[in-house]
C-alpha cells in the first residue's frame, strides 16, 4: 500500500484509493506521495506536547500543541464540576440514608458534613474564570 500526505487537511490518504475520494469529492489538490518511512514516523502519536502537522515543505513533522482556547477550558471546568457533583451525589446518597434513618455511625456523619460542605463549595465554582480555579479538595483524598 502506498500512502500520500495531505499538508491542507493534515490527513494521510491511501493512494490506491485516490479514485474513490475524488468519486466524492474528498481527495484534495495537495495530496503528496510519502515514503513508508514517513507514514510510520507521523501516523502514530506525537513526543510529548507535539502533533503532526504540514511543514513549508508540504510534508508532516511534528508541531507544538497548541494550548486550549479560553472556551476550551471552560468547557474542560464545566465538565470537571460536573464529574465531582456526580461523585459527591453518589457519596452523599447512602450517609443521608442511614443519617434520616438515625442509622449513621459517627464517621458516616463526619463523612456526611464533609461531603456536603464539598458539594457547597463546588456549586460555588464560577467556571467562567476557568483556569484560575481553586477547587475544593475532595472528601477522603489527600
Given at each position: ?140 483524598v489527600a
Open positions: 500500500m502506498s500512502y500520500g500526505y495531505s499538508a491542507k487537511t493534515n490527513i494521510f490518504y491511501v493512494i490506491e484509493d485516490k479514485e474513490g475520494y475524488a468519486e466524492f469529492g474528498n481527495w484534495p489538490d495537495d495530496v503528496k506521495s510519502i515514503s513508508d518511512e514517513i507514514w510510520e514516523k507521523f501516523s502514530v502519536q506525537g513526543p510529548p506536547g507535539k502533533m503532526r502537522g504540514a511543514g513549508k515543505n508540504g510534508l508532516p513533522c511534528w508541531v507544538d500543541i497548541p494550548p486550549p482556547t479560553r472556551e476550551e477550558q471552560i468547557e474542560a471546568a464545566e465538565r470537571k464540576k460536573a464529574q465531582l457533583m456526580a461523585e459527591a451525589a453518589k457519596a452523599i446518597a447512602p450517609l443521608q440514608d442511614a443519617d434520616d434513618l438515625g442509622m449513621a455511625m459517627v464517621e458516616e456523619k463526619s463523612a456526611l458534613i464533609s461531603w456536603k460542605t464539598f458539594r457547597v463549595k463546588l456549586n460555588r465554582i464560577d467556571t467562567s474564570v476557568a483556569p484560575d480555579i481553586e477547587w475544593p479538595e475532595v472528601p477522603g
